[in-house]
């Protein structure tokens, strides 16, 4: 993120500080994580009749039918992913840009995919306004990931399928750390995938809720 961006009022800065403050009381140890979250106004990634909740730790409902995560959940799966400052990182689900805007605040390049118009144009136009500038959106089918981008050191999933897309695997690179929700509406696990010379290595990490990841076209919403 540019430091030309603007600068807080007191409100928010305090409403930053008090959620900084349970991230950390939550186990959120990683000073580079806790310092991104703090950076990012979570007020301007939430529809504006719930901007009263934006710094709630819950999630909220915001356009064609998506979730905006709770902030333990994203920087729960952030600092699981340890995101490195010389990383390409992948994310699918875009959603408003909340959790995009506090990848680029760890990552050299995150590219970000969402199957609906609507939210990536307005993502962007929220990403632009913080003047983050190292992002790139696409609207397609995140089942697919970005594969003329790949490799990605990081892969992040913020929509939950039966299992992980055969071609989000195929786009890690070596060595790389690949984290998203899988499983049926109401037995979803958090799993992390390391990509090693003989495969990868799974780890179940935390029971979590997300939208489904639909297959498909883009949608013009």
């Known amino acids: 993120m540019s430091d030309g961006a603007p600068v807080a009022d007191d ?12 991230m950390r009381q939550s186990g959120i140890n990683d000073a580079r ?9 979570r007020r301007l990634f939430v529809p504006p009749h719930l901007a009263d909740q934006a710094y709630a730790d819950r999630a909220l409902p915001v356009a064609c039918g998506q979730t905006i995560s709770q902030p333990y959940v994203v920087a729960y799966m952030t600092q699981h992913l340890q995101v490195g400052d010389r990383h390409k990182v992948l994310e699918i689900g875009t959603g408003t840009g909340y959790q995009t805007a506090i990848l680029a605040g760890l990552a050299r390049r995150v590219y970000s995919v969402d199957r609906y118009r ?10 632009a306004s913080l003047r983050i500038s190292n992002v790139t959106l696409l609207t ?5 990931g970005w594969p003329s981008q790949a490799p990605f050191d990081r892969i992040l999933v913020t929509a939950a399928a039966e299992d ?7 786009q ?3 060595g790389g750390i690949l984290i998203a929700p899988v ?3 109401r037995e979803q696990k958090l799993i992390r995938l390391r990509k090693t010379a003989t495969g990868f290595e799974r780890d179940a990490l935390l029971p979590v809720r997300f939208v489904p990841l639909v297959p498909g076209k883009a949608v013009a919403l």
């Open 140 to 144: 397609a089918d995140g089942y697919l």
């Open 11 to 22: 409100d928010e800065q305090r409403h930053r500080a008090e959620l900084v403050l349970r």
């Open 183 to 185: 499983g049926p509406i």
């Open 172 to 174: 890690l690179a070596d």
């Open 33 to 41: 994580v806790v310092r991104a979250m703090e950076m990012v106004p």
């Open 164 to 170: 992980v897309p055969p071609a989000l695997c195929d």
């Open 118 to 127: 609507t939210l990536v144009a307005a993502a962007e136009g929220r990403l």
